[in-house]
């Protein structure tokens, strides 16, 4: 008879347990977010003269690949993707302040020049 009930109080504090540790687990669940909106056309289209201003006058868009805007990095405003070549970007990189990126040296990642 003790056995019994004591396989009864065991098995009781194991519901209580589980019961409790879901409850919280599903407290700390935070909802899931929105998808991504779809990449949309800069409007209007980045020309030449917004790269020489952005990057130097060593830089020149690149015809062919499409242009886009998209929230990129979660932050709720959208972020500009364009293709460009610079000359010598390491020149420019500190008057304009922007980040050179060799992605050829490191395979499938990216690694910064700084």
Do not use: W
Request: net charge negative; proline share 10%.
């Amino acid at each position: 008879m003790l056995r019994r009930f004591t396989l009864i109080v065991l098995f009781a504090g194991l519901l209580v347990i589980s019961i409790v540790s879901s409850a919280g687990a599903e407290r700390s669940k935070k909802p899931a977010a929105p998808p991504p909106a779809p990449a949309k056309a800069p409007s209007p289209a980045v020309t030449d003269e917004l790269i020489h201003k952005q990057f130097g006058d060593n830089c020149t868009l690149l015809v062919g690949p499409p242009q886009f805007t998209m929230d990129l990095d979660g932050d709720g405003v959208d972020d500009l993707v364009v293709a460009a070549r610079c000359k010598n970007p390491m020149a420019d990189r500190d008057e304009y302040s922007f980040l050179v990126v060799d992605p050829y040296d490191s395979f499938l990642a990216s690694a910064t020049s700084k």
